[in-house]
Each structure stands twice: as C-alpha cells, then as structure tokens.
C-alpha cells in the first residue's frame, strides 16, 4: 500500500476520498482462494530470453523498468512483481532489444511498475541507451503518476523526455475515474503538453468504480478537452484476488453503447480485451458468444480462442436470523 498525500488531499478537494478505498484499499478477498483468477492473466511472461523485456507483438516490446509505484492499485495485473533493476542489467536487456530490433521491433513501450518513479537522470540513462536501438522510432512511457504523484511530472522531466531520445516520445496516462482529473492532473499534463509530447489515456473498466456510462463520459470527455486521447478502455483482466472488480462483458458492451451517444467520436476508446494466451489486445466487439461466460476470438494472428470470462463470484452467506 502506498498512498500520496497529494493524491488524497486532491480528491478530498473534490469530495471524492472515497475513491481511495475502492482502488487503493486491500481486500480480504486478495489472500482468499481464487479459483476464477490467473496468475498470468495477459500471458506475458517468458516471451523473451531477459526478464525485463516482453514482447507479444512484432513491432513493439515492453521494457521493465521498476516495480515500484506512487500508488499501488490493487487491481492491477502486475501487483505480484518485484524487481529494481540496475543500469547494468537495463543496458543488457536494451542489449537484447538490439537483437529483436533486426526482426522488426521499432517500438519500447516503458513500464512496470511506474517509471516515473525513477530519477530523471536514470530515465535520461534508459533513453539515451535507447538511442542505440537501429530503427526505433518512437519510445511509449506508460505512468500514474499525474494521477497520483503529479508533482512529479515538472517542466524538468518533460524536457529530459523529449532531449534524451531521438525517438518521438508518446506518454500515456492511466485514469480510473474523473475525479482523478484534479488540478495537479491539469499542471502535469501541461508540462508534458508544453514540451509537445504526445498524450494518450487507458483506463480499466471496474466495478464499482466506473462502472457507469455517466462516470465514464465525464472520465472520457475530460480527458479529450485536456488534450489527451482517450485510446483504450480495457476489459478488467482476471488477476487473482480482484473478483470484485469483475463484470460480465455484456455488460461492459451495453456501457460502451450508452457512452457513445454521450461523448464527441475522438473521445471515444477502444474497448479491449487482453487475451489470456498472450495473444494480445482485441476490441470486445470481436467476440462471438460461445456457450454460457464464453465467447470465441479471432486472434491478431488468425488463429482461434476460447475466452472464458471469470466465474461469478458466489456471495457470502447471509449471517442467520436468530
Ligand atoms: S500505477 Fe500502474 S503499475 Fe502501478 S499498481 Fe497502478 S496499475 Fe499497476
């Protein structure tokens, strides 16, 4: 657990502390069996030789660059991961990134964790070995810490992002919930915008969070007047110990309706799912019914999967009347 004193005295600005408990607060249910949740629930693990480098597309790979976050979401799929690498073992696995680089890569994706955990000097360091990649053309750094940490994001760092790499650098920012569009949102994007970096949004669609087609117009809608582009809204994956975040994806589909006569076409996100078998993200609009919870996909690559969504969660018994 981690929780900023700046995050929570800016949703208490608007009232919305409450927020704080539902993405922020353990559960009881993260320590009880889970039979609906997987371990590898995007099927990332092992897709290349370093532990730091994942790769499930031609054209792209993820770079790890830290554990570490602002603030500790707890549905998060990576929750379990622990690692702090060093300079040296980054500059190995940017070592590996070259040798995919010759069959196709042209994108490093950093994340983690969040890497704007990291000083700027160290991210400078990670850029600039960057640079070494043949052919890499843009540099995706994915981060919360607007969101949570938004003192963290000065006129500083986004000059560092932007001088560092020949790459064009995108920044993509992780929202659950309008009120997260706090003030300290609004100066940190500035910086970033200031600096021309491009901005794009994901969010996780959650229950009893932003479950709701009013809650995520006003999400979407403000991200889009702020100058960044709402890109996906992702299905919540079935990490263990997070079923009470879980919907149905019919009802995921019926949200999405109602949002898209409520928000301008370019605020509109992708609604996706990320494949179990590490296949990848597909729009949820791909998915054919396939029996009761489940549903049939085309992969990226043309093959074919079942896609179970997770069981329902059974409810705790009613204590007795006595
Ligand atoms: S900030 Fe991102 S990486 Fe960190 S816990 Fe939240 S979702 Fe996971």
Redesign the pocket.
């Known amino acids: 657990m981690r929780f900023p004193r700046i995050y929570l005295d800016l949703l208490a600005e608007s009232g919305a502390e409450d927020l704080v408990r539902r993405i922020g607060w353990p559960d009881p249910e993260e320590t009880a069996p889970d039979p609906g949740g997987l371990d590898d629930p995007v099927g990332e693990r092992g897709s290349t030789g370093s532990p730091l480098v994942l790769r499930k597309y031609a054209d792209r790979v993820i770079l790890l660059v830290t554990s570490r976050?602002?603030?500790?979401?707890r549905?998060?799929?990576?929750?379990g991961m622990t690692l702090e690498p060093t300079l040296e073992e980054i500059e190995r696995a940017v070592a590996t990134i070259i040798d995919l680089a010759r069959t196709g890569v042209r994108e490093v994706i950093l994340?983690?964790?969040?890497p704007f955990v990291l000083s700027d000097a160290f991210l400078a360091q990670v850029l600039s070995l960057l640079g070494g990649v043949p052919g890499l053309s843009t540099i995706r750094v994915?981060?919360?810490a607007p969101v949570?940490q938004p003192d963290r994001v000065t006129p500083g760092l986004a000059s560092r992002l932007v001088e560092a790499s020949p790459a064009r650098v995108w920044v993509v920012l992780?929202v659950t919930h309008p009120a997260e569009l706090h003030r300290g949102f609004d100066e940190a994007v500035a910086h970033l915008r200031r600096a021309g970096i491009g901005l794009l949004s994901q969010s996780v669609l959650l229950a009893g969070v932003n479950d709701d087609p009013l809650v995520l117009a006003a999400l979407f809608r403000g991200l889009y007047e702020r100058g960044v582009k709402p890109y996906y809204l992702h299905h919540p994956d079935r990490v263990r110990g997070t079923a009470r975040f879980a919907l149905p994806i019919e009802r995921g589909r019926t949200l999405v309706r109602r949002l898209r006569g409520l928000v301008p076409g370019p605020a509109m996100p992708a609604y996706v799912v990320d494949l179990p078998d590490g296949s990848g993200k597909v729009p949820v609009d791909w998915l054919e019914a396939d029996g009761p919870g489940a549903w049939r996909v085309e992969r990226p690559d043309g093959g074919s999967l079942r896609y179970e969504e997770r069981p329902a969660v059974p409810m705790p018994e009613e204590p007795s009347a006595r």
């Open positions: 976050c602002h603030f500790y979401c549905f998060c799929f990576r929750s994340s983690g964790g969040d994915h981060t919360r949570h992780h």
